[in-house]
């Protein structure tokens, strides 16, 4: 018998033609296999009908870690055998077909670990072993194809020991592109704050025992560097806040093994399950009572950015001392994309670090880590970046464009539309200076190129003034694309709808600051969303409130607070016992009590303003530091309270009342615990929120209410949101594939680019 398999997926790059070789050799077949330029794989079977069934059932069951097959289609082809033996044969053209699939990065596999610790291995302790189901691939990878020569591996020419098992079908390293050993492979080395190297035995472990001493070093690892020290000396910790000019902003740590991370955090199946994938995110976990670490990691939060170490090196820093973590934060000059290259590192993190431990193969493509919550057995990604970009996310359906989507501003990812295929770039950070917008043209360009994109339109946001926005019509001008402006909750929205393959939506889009089609700023906003429609139907929203001094408000809750209540109180009395919260003391309060009263303030409908009010009239927060501090205090206070005040939320129309929850909660802030008020906040947003989005549902005869923005990665808001909602009787859905947050606006842009319909 005779078949030809095509097999779909990502099923390139990721060690997929030798494990056919295998499992056609086990069964006794003859015949080929070789890539195809639309980065599928093709498979010629001889043999007998049973054999080619065992071949069909284990290479379902059987595949690489790596690969996802999308669709396996069998065809019986008449003719006689002409083969004797199973062969790879290797495509010349395997690059030329758009919408080609770059794996992400990969976290060191079992087997690899194994080795690392086997002294009769010659990569035992070698910090840069991989094989062909893990290691780097998108940020090592300059071109395609994805051969050795044209990824940064190349200045390390293989071996003659490497080269035995590259050429090897039956190797696990067969054609792996990042292999090495130490005589041929990258060299790791420790250096002083001034570059000069260090001269020790064993660099990675000298490392690890400067860690566990209280010194600050720089880590080199796949995407770029890492800042790491001590989890539980306090010195350095506050050298560090001090130096990165973070006061308050959380770091993520790296923990030794899943079971040190559990004396400190909890971990259920699901954030277990995605802290051991090969992905390795940082996922946050909400600390134990017992929690040991400093309280300088994640101050006034009652969740840590924990995730495992993903490369040889990390396993090697953690021997021989006894630390159960490391603070491993992003090693980015403020504002700035993360350092990938050494003499750039040296330059930019000197004054920050005593050492840097470095090795010498170039980084491709800055990535930084991934971050992500579970909610409700479900992941909810904060930064999708490291191990997932630049994989697909799949849609039910093919553009009518190729489009590249720039984002927004804060958070900002690329994203290409092609086909049924939209890649999302890896993180790339606040897009509002030269270096970051250099970045993210950058990033997408390189994007098209991996994927062979075709692109006939560019989209970005509303915002008039936004860098993206700038750099989208200066594309369009350039390249002749069809430019689509896309409001930011619109994007959001669009986004979740695709996600969830839906013709229509009742999103709740909430967050901080959106420019909305009116020119407000929006962030608390109930739209209509169908498929195809360039713009959302704006059907409810919270109720604008002041922003007192513009966007100074956004930094000093105090004044959002101030605005609100002043709707119906008198705050000057409040406000004035209170004014050492102001930077500029009472100075400072008189100057906002005067603002009150000329009524001049722009007005936001933001929800992120609101929770901010709260968390100021709670002193849970009275300065953000970072974004989304208040409010990320504000959850974290209401983790353990309870809906006191139980608040019937008051609609004026399509309006949700918000001055009389500020109102209600100032009036029992002596009387009722902060935790309780905390929640009391949440419950009444959330169900005055649903009872819109379920009155528009209605009116509307859409069936279905999804929940987006920033906001939607607060656990509270988004699980009360969801009783109400499916209480009502409607479907109810949050972002699984994409963040709720800014790094999904670029998906949603290009969604809309994308379907539109004329
Ligand atoms: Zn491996
Ligand atoms: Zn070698």
Not at 22 to 44: P, Q, S, T
Not at 420 to 436: C, M, P, R, W, Y
Not at 617 to 645: Q, W
């Amino acid at each position: 018998m005779r078949v030809r398999v095509n097999v779909t997926g990502i099923v390139q790059g990721v060690g997929f033609r030798p494990f056919i070789y295998r499992i056609a050799v086990a069964n006794g077949l003859a015949g080929y296999v070789r890539n195809r330029g639309d980065a599928g794989v093709e498979i010629l079977l001889e043999g007998s009908e049973q054999a080619i069934e065992a071949f069909l059932r284990d290479l379902t069951e059987k595949k690489p870690p790596l690969a996802q097959i999308h669709r396996v289609v069998t065809t019986s082809i008449p003719g006689s055998n002409e083969h004797t033996e199973f062969k790879i044969y290797k495509s010349s053209k395997e690059s030329e077909h758009a919408g080609s699939v770059v794996p992400p990065d990969v976290a060191i596999c079992n087997d690899c670990l194994r080795e690392l610790r086997d002294p009769k291995d010659p990569r035992f302790e070698y910090f840069f072993i991989t094989c062909s189901n893990c290691g780097p691939r998108f940020t090592i990878i300059e071109r395609l194809p994805y051969d050795r020569e044209n990824t940064t591996m190349r200045e390390f020419p293989l071996c003659s020991f490497c080269l035995k098992e590259y050429e090897d079908p039956l190797n696990r390293r067969f054609h792996a592109q990042t292999m090495a050993c130490p005589p041929c492979g990258p060299r790791a080395y420790l250096m002083t704050q001034d570059g000069e190297e260090v001269h020790a035995k064993d660099p990675v472990r000298e490392a690890g025992r400067l860690l566990s001493e209280g010194y600050t070093l720089a880590v080199k690892g796949y995407g770029g560097f890492h800042i790491a020290t001590s989890a539980i000396l306090e010195k350095p910790l506050l050298a560090l806040r001090r130096t990165k000019h973070r006061r308050a902003k959380p770091f993520a740590i790296m923990a030794r093994n899943l079971e040190d991370a559990r004396s400190f955090a909890e971990v259920n199946p699901k954030e277990e399950e995605l802290l051991t994938s090969y992905s390795r995110p940082i996922i946050l976990l909400n600390k134990k009572s017992s929690y040991s670490l400093s309280p300088l990691i994640a101050p006034d939060l009652h969740n840590v950015g924990v995730m495992l170490p993903y490369t040889g090196l990390h396993y090697l820093l953690f021997d021989r001392i006894s630390d159960k973590a490391f603070v491993m934060t992003s090693a980015n000059p403020p504002d700035q994309p993360i350092v990938k290259d050494n003499v750039e590192a040296l330059k930019t993190l000197r004054d920050t670090v005593d050492y840097f431990l470095c090795h010498d193969r170039k980084i491709a493509q800055r990535c930084d880590d991934s971050v992500a919550r579970v909610h409700d057995n479900r992941v909810a990604f904060i930064r999708r970046s490291r191990g997932y970009a630049p994989a697909p996310i799949r849609l039910n359906e093919k553009a009518k464009r190729g489009v590249l989507a720039l984002g927004g501003e804060l958070n900002g990812t690329a994203t290409i539309l092609q086909g049924d295929k939209a890649f999302i770039s890896q993180h790339v950070g606040d897009v509002e200076n030269l270096e970051t917008r250099a970045f993210l043209e950058e990033a997408a360009n390189h994007l098209i190129h991996l994927t062979n994109s075709h692109v006939d339109a560019v989209a970005c946001d509303l915002h008039p003034k936004f860098t993206t926005t700038n750099l989208a019509e200066e594309l369009a001008e350039r390249h002749g694309w069809r430019l689509f402006q896309v409001q930011h909750h619109h994007a959001h929205v669009a986004g979740l709808m695709m996600e969830h393959s839906l013709d229509s939506l009742i999103g709740v889009a909430c967050d901080g600051y959106g420019y909305g089609s009116d020119g407000g700023a929006w962030g608390g906003e109930i739209l209509l969303c169908t498929h195809e429609s360039v713009e959302s139907l704006r059907l409810g929203h919270l109720e604008p409130q002041p922003l007192l001094g513009g966007d100074v408000a956004t930094r000093f809750p105090l004044r959002m607070a101030a605005g609100i209540l002043s709707n119906k109180l008198s705050v000057d009395e409040w406000l004035r016992r209170n004014s050492q919260h102001f930077p500029h003391g009472k100075a400072e309060a008189e100057l906002v009590l005067q603002q009150l009263h000329e009524k001049s303030a722009v007005e936001t409908t933001s929800c992120g303003r609101v929770l901010d009010a709260v968390a100021a009239v709670l002193g849970v927060c009275y300065e953000r530091t970072y974004e989304g501090e208040p409010a990320m205090k504000l959850e974290s206070a209401a983790m353990k309270g309870k809906d006191a005040l139980n608040l019937k939320p008051i609609l004026n129309g399509d309006v949700l009342n918000t001055t009389e929850l500020l109102v209600q909660i100032f009036e029992n802030r002596a009387k009722v615990a902060t935790a309780d008020l905390a929640y009391s906040a949440h419950a009444y947003l959330a169900k005055g929120l649903a009872s819109l989005a379920v009155n528009a549902a209605a009116e509307n005869d859409v069936e279905s209410v999804g929940f987006t923005g920033g906001a939607a990665c607060n656990e509270i808001l988004a699980t009360i949101m969801r009783s109400a909602v499916e209480a009502a009787g409607l479907r109810f859905f949050v972002h699984e594939a994409v963040p709720s947050g800014d790094g999904g606006v670029s998906f949603g842009q290009a969604v809309v680019g994308g379907f539109y319909d004329s």
